[in-house]
């Protein structure tokens, strides 16, 4: 079982910058990795994610603002997040190891960071 456990949320005005981190427990590298937010009264959205040949993948509302990186040999994942603006108001979640459907689909993916916080004041 691995455990995803992310850092770095936090209160920011808008047009400011957060990294979130994700670490995993174990030191087993999952190719395919994500990250997802979810708003109140709103379904759990995929903002970005590595596809399993390594290139990346965003979510329109957060192209050329967001940047999905990652630290192959420490196992961490992050979310650098750009110009932020009120709407991207959310609890943020990583996750790994992709099972199959649609990637956008939080059912297809099997391990889960506890979320944390990020809001943007206007």
């Known amino acids: 079982q691995v455990q995803l456990v992310e850092s770095g949320g936090g209160l920011v005005q808008a047009g400011g910058s957060l990294r979130l981190s994700c670490t995993a427990s174990e030191h087993r590298f999952s190719p395919n990795q994500a990250w997802f937010r979810q708003a109140p009264g709103k379904e759990r959205e995929l903002v970005a994610r590595?596809?399993?040949?390594?290139?990346?993948d965003y979510r329109d509302s957060v192209k050329g603002r967001f940047i999905i990186s990652r630290d192959i040999d420490k196992n961490i994942q992050y979310l650098q997040m750009n110009s932020l603006k009120p709407e991207d108001t959310a609890v943020y979640y990583c996750?790994?190891?992709?099972?199959?459907?649609?990637?956008?689909?939080?059912?297809?993916?099997?391990?889960w960071g506890q979320g944390t916080q990020v809001t943007v004041s206007s």
């Open positions: 996750a790994q190891y992709y099972t199959g459907g649609a990637y956008s689909t939080p059912g297809s993916w099997r391990y």
């Open positions: 590595f596809t399993v040949a390594g290139t990346t």
